[in-house]
């Protein structure tokens, strides 16, 4: 049986000193009919536990193209 989140979240704020997180994102521009995409990419990250708090360890940007999608300005 799984624990709670609020369970799961202190035990890694207690015990774990790394992490690892993916986030993705689409910016979407004002075209002639209506919004656009105009790019998208992810970012691949790797956390680290400081007395300070946590922080990142490494950052990738990962471009996802697709087609003719590109950064287009107006």
Sequence with gaps: MLED???IRESMH???DKGTARSNYLVMM???D???PSVCAAYADAYTKTPE???FQRRELI???KGEMR???P
């Design 5 to 7: 989140k609020d369970t």
């Design 14 to 16: 207690r015990y774990c």
């Design 30 to 32: 004002e075209g002639p």
């Design 34 to 36: 209506g919004p656009v």
């Design 53 to 55: 708090g946590w922080r």
């Design 63 to 65: 471009h996802a193209f």
């Design 71 to 73: 950064l287009q300005l």
